[in-house]
């Protein structure tokens, strides 16, 4: 069994910064060879990705954060991050992070942060 908990979320303004963390925890698995990723749900919209990197830290964007948010990863704490800056109001949303554990071919998520940007 692996847990995600994700922290760092809160109210910005516009333009501000936020980092994210998202802590992973469990006994079957090792960290650093399972790609992650971080998502983001907006109320009433479907969950959408915001960034992924692999095991070898190769990252993937939105078009919509590209330039604005920079994903990264400890292997040695076991934690990903997720620095956000420029944020705008429509980055608004519950932030997930995932892991996917090779080993076990299984997908599992963190509960959730809440990112709000003021205007």
């Known amino acids: 069994q692996v847990q995600l908990v994700e922290s760092g979320g809160g109210l910005v303004q516009a333009g501000g910064s936020l980092r994210l963390s998202c802590a992973a925890s469990g006994t079957i698995f090792i960290f650093s060879r399972n790609a992650m990723g971080w998502y983001r749900q907006a109320p009433g919209k479907q969950r959408e990705l915001v960034a992924t990197i692999t095991s070898d830290s190769t990252t993937n964007y939105a078009d919509s954060v590209k330039g604005r948010f920079t994903i990264s990863r400890d292997n040695a704490r076991k934690t990903l991050y997720l620095n956000m800056n420029s944020l705008k109001p429509e980055d608004t949303a519950v932030y997930y992070c995932?892991?996917?554990?090779?080993?076990?071919?299984?997908?599992?998520w963190g509960q959730g942060t809440q990112v709000t940007v003021s205007s």
């Open positions: 995932n892991i996917f554990v090779t080993v076990s071919n299984t997908l599992y």
